[in-house]
C-alpha cells in the first residue's frame, strides 16, 4: 500500500484523512514518566518480541529513535508519522513503523505503546480494524494494563477507558473564510469532541485544515466513539459543501487562479503563504476548477513542510528554505 | 521545562500577564498555577486542567498526601501535580480520590469499551456472581426464607464447582 498522502485516490474530498490510535500500557511496570533507563530498555525489549510475533500479521520495522536524525525526526512529524510530544521527548526511546508509514507503534510516548494507524480519506472504520488486529496480537505476549470497572489504564486519566483517539482530518476552507470554525468547535466540544490544528494540541491551524477527533474514552465503546465522531464530521463536510455552493463562482475561480499561479511562479515561497495558496488548490482540484490530475494538493502540503524540504535540499536559513519550497513546487506543477 | 515557581515540576501551564503595557511570562505546574488562581484553562489542554483541579483538592485536604503507591512509589501529591497517573496500580491505590475526576472528565466511571482476550472478563463476572449470590444468599437466610435460600446455595455450589 502507498502511504497516506500519496493514496491519491482517497484523498479527493474534505475528508483528507482518518486516524486511530490506542493507548496501552504493561501492566508490571510504571509509566513512563517514571521509569528509569533500565525499565526502559526492558519495555523495548519486550515490545520487540511482541512485534515480531506478530510478523505474519503485520510487517513493522523496530527502529531505535537514536538512531534517526533530528532533521528526519520533526519531518516525521510533519508526515504525521510520531506525534510532536514523542519528538520532543524520543531520546532512547523506539518506534515500530511499517514500510508505508501508516502503522505505527511508539514505544514510550506517554503511555507504553501508542498504535497508530493512518489512512487517506473518510476510512476510520478500515483504520480501526487494523489498529484493532494489532492491539489483540500485541496483547497476546505483553498482556496490556486493564482494569473491568476503568478499562486500559493510562498514564493520562484523560485517555482511560478504551485509550482511543479517532481523528479526522478535514479541509474547511470556506466554513472558515465565514468565521464559522470557532462555532463548530463550540458545538463539538459540546458532544464531546474537539476540533484542532492540523499537528494537534497547540498547534494553530494551518490554512482551513482541522482535525477533529473524539475527548471522551471511558463510558463509551470505540464503536459508539467512532460513531459519533463519523457523524459530527459528516454534519460539517454538509456545512461546508453547501457554503461551497454559495460562493461566486467567478469569484472563487479567480482566487484559485491566482494561487495557483503564485505558486507556480513565485520565487520565494513561506511557509504560511504556501499553506494558504495549497488549500485555495484543493478547493479548485475539488471543485472541478483545476482539471489538471498531475496537481496533487496534500502531497505537496505534506512535502513542503519545512524538514520535509530541508530532507532533499539543503537550506540552512529561512530564506533558503523558502526558496528551496518555491523551487520545488514549480518543478511539481 | 520545569515550573519557574517551585523549580521542581513540569511547567504545564503558561500565564502571560500584561500589566499597564509591560508583558511578564511565567511557566508553572499545575500545582503553582492552581495556588496562583489560574485554573488550567490558560494552556486550553485537559490535562492543565485535571492537575489544576487536582491542585485544588491538594490545598484543601493534606490527609492523601502521606500513602505512596506500592507500585511505583507516587504520592497522590505527584499525581496531582503532574496530572498523570504514575502506574497501573495507582488507580487502585489512589481510586477513592481519581474517581471523582474520571467523572468529571468522562461523565462516566464505567469502562463500556473492548476487553482484552475474553478469559479475564469471564474470572471477573464469575467472581462478581458469586459474591452477589452470596449476597442475596445472605439476605435470603435473615428473611427465614429457606426455599428460596437452597436454591442459591446450590446455584453458588454449581458455579464453584465448575471453576
Ligand atoms: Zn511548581
Ligand atoms: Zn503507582
Redesign the interface.
Known amino acids: 500500500m502507498s502511504c497516506w498522502y500519496k493514496d491519491y485516490d482517497a484523498l479527493g474530498g474534505i475528508v483528507i484523512s482518518s486516524r486511530i490510535r490506542l493507548a496501552r ?1 504493561l ?1 508490571n ?3 513512563p ?2 521509569m528509569d533507563a533500565q525499565m526502559l530498555r526492558t519495555l523495548k525489549e519486550r515490545v520487540k518480541v511482541a512485534v515480531d510475533k506478530m510478523q505474519d500479521k503485520v510487517m513493522l520495522k523496530f527502529i531505535e529513535m537514536n538512531d534517526i536524525p533530528e532533521n528526519e525526526i520533526k519531518a516525521m512529524v510533519e508526515r504525521h508519522v510520531i506525534s510532536p510530544d514523542f519528538a520532543n521527548s524520543c531520546r532512547d526511546r523506539a518506534i515500530a513503523l511499517s514500510n508505508d508509514e501508516n502503522i505505527s507503534i511508539m514505544i514510550g510516548e ?1 503511555d507504553h505503546i501508542r498504535i497508530q494507524v493512518i489512512s487517506a480519506g473518510n476510512s476510520l472504520d478500515k483504520a480501526y480494524e487494523i489498529a ?1 488486529m494489532i ?2 496480537a500485541l ?2 505476549s505483553l ?16 485517555n ?3 485509550g ?1 483517539r479517532a481523528s479526522l482530518m478535514l479541509h474547511l476552507p470556506v466554513c472558515e473564510s465565514r468565521g464559522e470554525i470557532n462555532m463548530i468547535s463550540d458545538a463539538a466540544s459540546k458532544i ?1 469532541l474537539t476540533v484542532r490544528g492540523m499537528y494537534g ?2 498547534s494553530k491551524a494551518s490554512a482551513s485544515f482541522y482535525q477533529i477527533s473524539n ?8 464503536k459508539n ?1 467512532i460513531e459519533n465522531l463519523k457523524v459530527i464530521a459528516q454534519q460539517i463536510v454538509e456545512r461546508e459543501k453547501s457554503a461551497r455552493a454559495d460562493i461566486d463562482k467567478l469569484n472563487l475561480m479567480d482566487t484559485v487562479f491566482r494561487s495557483l499561479g503564485a505558486l507556480k511562479y513565485a520565487r520565494i515561497m513561506s511557509s504560511d503563504e504556501f499553506t494558504k495558496h495549497i488549500s485555495m488548490i484543493k478547493l479548485g482540484v475539488d471543485e472541478g476548477i483545476i482539471e489538471n490530475n498531475n496537481i496533487k494538493p496534500v502531497e505537496l502540503l505534506i512535502s513542503a513542510q519545512p524538514y520535509m524540504l530541508m530532507k532533499n535540499h539543503i537550506a540552512i536559513t529561512p530564506l533558503e528554505r523558502d526558496e528551496a519550497r518555491a523551487t520545488m513546487i514549480r518543478g511539481l506543477l | 521545562m520545569l515550573c519557574q515557581k517551585c523549580g521542581q515540576n513540569m511547567a504545564t501551564t503558561h500565564i502571560k500577564t500584561v500589566i499597564g503595557g509591560k508583558v511578564t511570562e511565567q511557566n508553572l505546574c499545575g500545582y503553582c498555577a492552581a495556588k496562583k488562581g489560574y485554573t488550567g484553562f490558560a ?5 492543565g486542567l ?1 492537575s489544576s483541579m487536582l491542585g485544588q483538592v491538594m490545598k484543601s485536604d493534606n490527609g492523601v498526601f502521606e500513602q505512596a503507591c506500592s ?4 504520592t497522590f501529591a505527584d499525581i496531582a501535580e ?7 496500580e495507582c ?2 491505590t489512589f481510586e477513592t480520590e ?1 474517581l471523582p ?2 467523572k468529571r ?13 475474553s478469559t ?2 469471564v474470572v ?1 463476572e464469575f467472581i462478581d456472581k458469586v459474591s452477589h449470590l452470596k449476597r442475596k444468599l445472605a439476605n435470603l437466610v435473615a428473611e427465614e426464607k429457606y426455599e428460596e435460600a437452597a436454591k442459591i446455595r446450590d446455584e453458588i455450589k454449581e458455579l464453584e464447582g465448575d471453576k
Open positions: 500500557n501492566s511496570m510504571p509509566f514518566r517514571r506517554e484493532d492491539d489483540v496483547n497476546e498482556g496490556f494494563a486493564f482494569d473491568s470497572k476503568l478499562g486500559y489504564l493510562t498514564e493520562c486519566p484523560t482511560i477507558g478504551t482511543l464531546g494540541e497547540g475527548q471522551i474514552t471511558l463510558g463509551i465503546s470505540e466513539a | 494552556d486550553g489542554s485537559i490535562s485535571l507500585c511505583c512509589g507516587s503532574t496530572g498523570k497517573v504514575g502506574c497501573a488507580y487502585k481519581l475526576y474520571l472528565i468522562h461523565g462516566s466511571i464505567n469502562h463500556t469499551g473492548k476487553t482484552p482476550g479475564e472478563l471477573t
